[in-house]
């Protein structure tokens, strides 16, 4: 079946710019995850949505940062103000946790973001 | 908290040479471990995971056992080849509400 999909697979803007990175899980999977990884660097936790509890939001980073997750499904992370430091893969993971303990994350392939 | 420790790297090892990283966790309650690869280019993959204390994880000729005496999760190879060389990420996911500690990531570089 299909994976977790990301769009864009890359974006490049400009400074001060918003931009919208979409991820679409797989289907049935209630947990979805959004990650960052700068270049060389580990992954970097961002926020967390597990069916219809209200989503830990501890790992954003700045007020600039935001994350909607639509019917349970489709998830959108919006970038306001870009900066040179938000340059980085963004990945999204899901997991089916509804299905017991140890469920693993299943990762897309991430959008690369470049701020110029 | 849940924390994930991963030794640091990168590792430069010779081919069929033995492997080990080593993964240490704190968790409260039962988590459940996993260890991740990520190719040169590439996403994150699942490796293995164990569910609870003494389970082994295997795939690919890497495993790892879920030591609960010593809160650990450390990956081995008994013959590495180039192909292997990657990142390697050992990771938690807690028991109450799944969520997930990834560790530090540990890069692996296999000369032949």
């Known amino acids: 079946g299909a994976g977790v999909s990301q769009s864009p697979s890359n974006k490049v803007t400009e400074k001060g710019k918003d931009v919208e990175l979409r991820c679409d899980p797989i289907s049935g999977h209630t947990a979805l995850y959004w990650y960052r990884q700068s270049l060389g660097q580990g992954l970097e936790f961002l926020i967390y949505f597990q069916g219809n509890s209200a989503p830990d939001k501890s790992g954003l980073p700045s007020d600039r940062f935001s994350a909607e997750r639509t019917g349970g499904s489709v998830s959108t992370l919006t970038i306001q103000r870009t900066q040179q430091e938000d340059s980085a893969v963004y990945l999204c993971?899901?997991?089916?946790?509804?299905?017991?303990?140890?469920?693993?994350?299943?990762f897309g392939d991430g959008t690369r973001l470049s701020i110029l | 908290g849940n924390s994930v420790t991963q030794m640091e790297g990168p590792v430069t090892l010779s081919e069929e040479a033995f492997l080990t990283i080593n993964c240490t966790y704190t968790?409260?309650?039962?988590?459940?471990l996993f260890w991740y690869v990520q190719y040169p280019g590439e996403g994150l993959q699942l490796l293995l995971k164990a569910t609870k204390a003494d389970d082994k994880g295997s795939n690919k000729g890497f495993e790892a056992t879920y030591r609960k005496e010593t809160t650990s999760f450390h990956l081995e190879k008994g013959s590495v080849q180039v192909s292997d060389s990657a990142v390697y990420f050992c990771?938690?996911?807690?028991?109450?509400?799944?969520?997930?500690?990834f560790g530090s990531g540990t890069k692996l570089n296999v000369k032949p």
């Open positions: 968790a409260t309650g039962y988590p459940s």
């Open positions: 993971a899901s997991s089916n946790s509804n299905a017991g303990k140890g469920q693993p994350q299943h």
């Open positions: 990771a938690l996911s807690d028991y109450n509400f799944n969520k997930f500690y």
